[in-house]
């Protein structure tokens, strides 16, 4: 299991370049479930850019 944390920003500031790394990840480690962990719009960000 991998938990991602965003602390730090909300809203729609920076969500591609996470999105980006969350999909590098999610390749790296595809038998691995994945829990991100953020402010509900700044989530919508990687989900809309998958």
Known sequence: MILIFELTWRGRAHVLSNA?????????????NIHIFAEGEHLDGPRASS
């Open 20 to 32: 980006v790394t969350i999909n590098t990840i999610a390749c790296a480690f595809a038998d691995e």
